[in-house]
Each structure stands twice: as C-alpha cells, then as structure tokens.
C-alpha cells in the first residue's frame, strides 16, 4: 500500500513569512508524530497527534510553530514568521496506535525547508 | 526530560567486519527501542526494534541487546557489506513519541 507522503519536498521561503507543510500517514494510521531534523543532526521529536488530538506537543520550539490535523488524515505543520534557524528538513511519521504499546513508525520523505 | 546518548559518531570498518553501537537512555520508563537506517537525502528506515520485556533480538545479519538495568542497548551488525554504509539512529520511545540519539555514520570499506 501507500506509505507516509509529504508535500513540498523542498520549499525556499524567505525569512518572515509563513509556510504549510503537508503530511500524508499511512490510511488507518491512527497515530502521526512530526519531527525536525537539522543537517547532520538526529531527529527532535516535535508534536504527536493521537486521531485529531494532539496530547503531546512537548517539541514544539516556539509559538511560530502550530498543527492540526484533519480526523485520522491529513496534517499540516504550519511555520509562522520563518527564522533562518528553521531551515531543516521535516519529518512526518505515522503508526496504527500511539499510546498503550509504542508500535512501529513510518517515515515519510519529509520536506526540505530553506529559509533564506 | 528523556535524553538518548549514541556512540560512536563515525564508524568505519573492513567489510566482513561486525559493527557495534551503543545508545543509553535515560527515562527508565521508555518500554520501546528501535533503530533507524537513514541513507544520504533519504528518510529513516526501520531495521529492527525491541521492547522492554525481551534482553535480545536477531534479524538475520542484525541484532540488537537490551539492558534495562543499566539502561543500555546496542545493535550489532555481522559480516558487514558496503551497502550497510549508512548513518543510523537508535531511539528510545516514551508514550509513543521517539528520542532519537544523534546518530553514528557507519562506513564500510570494500
């Protein structure tokens, strides 16, 4: 079947505006994690939805940074007022269930965001 | 909060040689590890997992260990091959999110 997708893959935006980031989980995924990853850097973990709840958002670096997500679907990472330091790629992940027995995570192929 | 250490950052080894790395976590409550592969500009794949109730699992060249106790686990990779060269990432989960260590670039020389 289909896996996690994203859209963009890359996006150039210029620093002070505002960019959406898309993300496509696994149908029947009830779970969908974003992340962040800066070049040559590990993933930090930034919010987790659990269907469209989202009951941790422990990651979230700032108040520029918000999501929501559309039912068991679709979620969109929004970036307000983007920094240079936001540039990075991000990471949409999803898996069956969240919370009760961690199971495993599906990567998308994440967006590549270059604030200039 | 939970914090993930990985060692080493780089790797390099002989092909046909085993390939060792090790993560501590530090929230004794995390009850899931797993590991991720992640290849140049690509996304991170799954290649083995393990939970708290087990001490040790194998997939054919890949293992991974478990210490609870010390709050430890490694992955182990046998008789490497060129197209294990990689970077790869261990992860401890609490309540589903991941912490991922900052990984280890493994090389695998021909």
């Known amino acids: 079947g289909a896996g996690v997708s994203q859209s963009p893959s890359n996006k150039v935006t210029e620093k002070g505006k505002d960019v959406e980031l898309r993300c496509d989980p696994i149908?029947?995924?009830?779970?969908l994690y974003w992340y962040r990853q800066r070049l040559g850097q590990g993933l930090e973990f930034l919010i987790y939805?659990?269907?469209?709840?989202?009951?941790?958002k422990s990651g979230l670096p700032s108040d520029r940074f918000s999501a929501e997500r559309t039912g068991e679907s679709v979620s969109t990472l929004t970036i307000q007022r983007t920094q240079q330091e936001d540039s990075a790629v991000y990471l949409c992940?999803?898996?069956?269930?969240?919370?009760?027995?961690?199971?495993?995570?599906?990567f998308g192929p994440g967006t590549r965001l270059t604030v200039t | 909060g939970e914090n993930v250490e990985q060692h080493p950052s780089t790797l390099s080894v002989q092909e046909g040689d085993s390939a060792v790395i090790k993560c501590t976590y530090s929230?004794?409550?995390?009850?899931?590890f797993p590991w991720y592969k992640q290849e140049l500009g690509k996304r991170p794949q799954l290649i083995i997992d393990?939970?708290?109730?087990?001490g040790e699992k194998k997939d054919q060249r890949i293992a991974v260990t478990l210490n609870k106790t010390a709050k430890h686990f490694s992955l182990h990779i046998t008789e490497t091959q060129p197209e294990d060269s990689a970077v790869y990432f261990c992860a401890a989960s609490i309540w589903g999110k991941l912490i991922f260590g900052q990984g280890t670039e493994l090389s695998v020389k021909p």
């Open positions: 939805f659990q269907g469209n709840s989202a009951p941790d």
């Open positions: 149908s029947g995924h009830t779970a």
């Open positions: 929230d004794s409550a995390s009850n899931y």
């Open positions: 992940a999803s898996s069956e269930r969240g919370t009760g027995g961690a199971l495993e995570q599906y």
């Open positions: 393990i939970r708290s109730n087990v």
